[in-house]
Every structure is written in C-alpha cells, then in structure tokens.
C-alpha cells in the first residue's frame, strides 16, 4: 500500500456512559481534526449491551471516511482518541464505556494480526454495527463473506431489540 493515497474506511462508534450523544459527536470531530474525510454518518441507534450484561444502553453510529492512513497508523489514532476522551478499563472484553471507536471494513482488504483483524469478526452477528452500516453502506460486500451489509442485516436474526433515536 502507498502510503499517500486515499483509502475508505467504515467505523462503528459506540458509547454507554455519560452524555452518549456528544461522545458518538465528539469522536466525529476528532476524526476530521485527525485528517479523516467524513463522507457519510449513520443515524444513531439506541440497544442493550451486547455480550455482556448492563443497565447502562448503547447508542451506536457508523460512518464512512477517506483517510491516508494506513490501518495500523489509523487504529493507534482511535485507541489514542477513545483514550483521551476518558475510556478505561480492560483492552479488550466487553465493558461499559464512554465510547468504543471500531475499524469494521477498511477498503476491501483482508488482515489478521495480533492486534488488528479487518474485516471485523463481529459485523455478521452484531444489529447494532448492522443497522447503521446498512443505512449508509448497503451494497458494500464484506470480503471474506462475499455479501452486501444489507444482505447481512437481513440474515441476522437477533431478538435484541434496537431502534433508530434520530
């Protein structure tokens, strides 16, 4: 990869502590002053936790941006940023937290490392990254799968309940 073109990437944002509106905004914000070109953003999306147990619900988001960062360069840059804005606790496992910055599609490539696995494991069975991303990325195909985000929003057959806030 040449490291000055321009690559599309689709996040997922979450937050369930504090004010989670401004949280999913502020991140916005701190991608572009981060040099992300924001094409589009999903409406958010109110759920119950997902994977773990919690009385605090979840509003998530998705958008789509340009960046010339390479994924490696981007991922630093959102845990910096998930950091700065007064996330804790553990790495990984599921938690309550102020936001959650996660890398689903990142052009239409395939990696797999210790630290860095794109497409994300979770699209497939999480509502919450399915909803947003069907409404501002239908026909994007995951990689490995070979099915469009719409198909697979359609597939996913999830009682937990969700529902579009905005």
Same mark, same amino acid.
């Given at each position: 990869?040449?490291?000055?073109?321009?690559?599309?990437?689709?996040?997922?944002?979450?937050?369930?502590?504090?004010?989670?509106?401004?949280?999913?905004?502020?991140?916005?914000?701190?991608?572009?002053?981060?040099?992300?070109?924001?094409?589009?953003?999903?409406?958010?999306?109110?759920?119950?936790?997902?994977?773990?147990?919690?009385?605090?619900?979840?509003?998530?988001?998705?958008?789509?941006?340009?960046?010339?960062?390479?994924?490696?360069?981007?991922?630093?840059? %959102?845990?910096? =940023?998930?950091? *700065?804005?007064?996330?804790?606790?553990?790495?990984? !496992?599921?938690?309550? +937290? /102020?936001?959650?910055?996660?890398?689903?599609?990142?052009?239409?490539?395939?990696?797999?490392?210790?630290?860095?696995?794109?497409?994300?494991?979770?699209?497939?069975?999480?509502?919450?990254?399915?909803?947003?991303?069907?409404?501002?990325?239908?026909?994007?195909?995951?990689?490995? %799968?070979?099915? =469009?985000?719409? *198909?697979?929003?359609?597939?996913?057959?999830?009682? !937990?309940?969700?529902? +579009? /806030?905005?």
């Amino acid at each position: 990869m040449e490291h000055h073109s321009v690559h599309t990437v689709w996040l997922g944002l979450g937050a369930n502590l504090g004010d989670r509106r401004k949280s999913l905004a502020s991140a916005l914000n701190r991608l572009k002053d981060n040099g992300c070109n924001v094409l589009a953003v999903s409406g958010i999306y109110e759920s119950e936790a997902w994977g773990y147990q919690s009385t605090h619900m979840f509003y998530n988001q998705c958008v789509v941006l340009e960046t010339e960062q390479l994924p490696g360069e981007l991922l630093t840059m %959102l845990k910096k =940023t998930e950091k *700065e804005m007064g996330r804790g606790g553990p790495a990984c !496992g599921f938690a309550d +937290r /102020i936001i959650d910055l996660d890398i689903l599609f990142y052009d239409d490539i395939i990696m797999d490392t210790a630290t860095l696995k794109i497409p994300h494991p979770g699209i497939p069975l999480r509502p919450f990254v399915l909803k947003p991303l069907a409404e501002i990325a239908p026909r994007k195909v995951h990689p490995v %799968l070979g099915q =469009t985000v719409s *198909e697979l929003d359609a597939e996913l057959n999830d009682p !937990g309940a969700i529902r +579009r /806030i905005d």
